[in-house]
């Protein structure tokens, strides 16, 4: 089965406590990215890789790490987690639909990160 | 400054009727526009797109139309029924990125 897969699916901790929330996508796909959904706010683009060792900054990449060493896998990393990072947490792979130009994307489950 | 608009965080209609979903952008550069379907407790699932040389794409029950001119997109499920309710995000797409909207929360009543 085609999936994306994120663990942990849950997840509380401290102030400063470093933490890594992996992604795992089965579908060969080049793209891949990470989401935050806050309330009022939507789907929020962390960071994206457009294929192993190639990552860039989404549109909130403060406080946040990236890693692609492997074409499956696009870990999560906060070296010093934040209240403010506190949200729901969506990875995605992505395929460029054939006759066009754009990324359909697969999201995973979602992790929910609270950060105290 | 916000580049995708939805201006309705929620909407309410009764089963067998039309749903609207409106969205409107700033930004003209992108070549596609989408819509994502999500329900609780679960990531955000591909509904349907329309490439920006079109104005009109459709998909079952599922019908996005794009207005270039206003710069507006909208989503009709005609007819709705309440396994639709969910929150619903419209993106813009190129070759690199989505930029999503904050969603708009459709209630379909039976």
């Known amino acids: 089965e085609a999936q994306v897969t994120q663990n942990p699916r849950y997840l509380i901790t401290v102030t400063g406590k470093k933490l890594t929330v992996t992604c795992s996508q089965n579908?060969?796909?080049?793209?891949m990215s990470w989401y935050r959904q806050d309330p009022g706010l939507g789907l929020r683009q962390i960071y994206y890789s457009m294929n192993v060792e190639v990552t860039d900054k989404g549109d909130v990449p403060e406080g946040y790490k990236v890693s692609r060493k492997e074409k499956r896998n696009f870990p999560l990393i906060l070296e010093s987690p934040s209240p403010n990072q506190t949200s729901l947490y969506f990875c995605a792979s992505s395929f460029t639909r054939p006759g066009t130009g754009f990324y359909e994307q697969y999201f995973g489950p979602g992790t929910r990160l609270t950060v105290t | 400054d916000q580049q995708v608009k939805q201006n309705s965080p929620s909407l309410s209609v009764q089963e067998g009727r039309i749903s609207i979903l409106n969205c409107d952008y700033t930004n003209s550069m992108f070549d596609y526009f989408l819509w994502y379907k999500k329900y609780p407790a679960e990531g955000p699932t591909f509904l349907i797109s329309i490439s920006s040389i079109k104005d009109k794409n459709e998909d079952g029950r599922f019908t996005v139309f794009l207005n270039k001119s206003a710069k507006h997109l909208s989503l009709h499920i005609v007819p709705s029924q309440p396994g639709d309710s969910a929150v619903y995000f419209c993106c813009q797409g190129g070759s690199e990125k989505l930029v999503f909207g904050k969603g708009t929360k459709l209630t379909v009543n039976p």
């Open positions: 579908m060969n796909h080049e793209y």
